[in-house]
């Protein structure tokens, strides 16, 4: 199973380029974080640079069990990494690990649920 955590950045624009190199490969968060176990690899997601001069980016980290996340978070270098974002983002919100849903079962197929009328209301229903 794949974990990922995904963090949600808002970085002002002077410290953009610092960001971007610090999450590529060779970079001191990359470096760092390559020797994690459990750890497999980042992404870093790139928005636009919005009228106040900052640029909203997302991570997507890769982790192999939610232990090796939880170890990760409790590490050196998490800590370190923390302290170094807390000087360069004006946000920075952790949104949450997340996995795939289990697959659903065998016994009844998608296309028979799909002709089945509905019993229960969906959230889009209760927003109508």
């Known amino acids: 199973m794949i ?3 995904l963090w949600f950045y808002d970085v002002d624009a002077r ?3 610092d960001f971007v190199t610090t ?5 001191s968060f990359y470096e760092s974080f390559r020797r994690i176990p459990g ?4 992404d870093l997601l790139t928005g636009v640079q919005n009228v106040s001069g900052s640029c909203r980016l997302l991570s997507i980290s890769f982790f192999t069990s939610f232990e ?5 978070e409790q590490s050196a270098q998490m800590r370190a990494f923390a302290h170094w974002l807390h000087l360069r983002t004006k946000q920075c919100i952790h949104l949450g ?3 795939h ?3 659903p079962e065998a016994e009844t197929s998608s296309l028979q649920n799909l002709d ?3 019993t229960a209301s969906t959230p889009m229903d209760i927003q109508r």
Request: cysteine-free.
């Open 3 to 5: 974990i990922y955590s």
């Open 101 to 103: 849903f289990a697959r």
């Open 68 to 72: 090796a996340l939880s170890r990760a």
């Open 23 to 27: 999450f590529r490969e060779g970079g």
């Open 97 to 99: 690990a997340f996995s």
């Open 116 to 118: 089945q009328p509905r």
């Open 39 to 42: 750890h497999i690899h980042t």
């Open 15 to 17: 410290h953009l380029a």
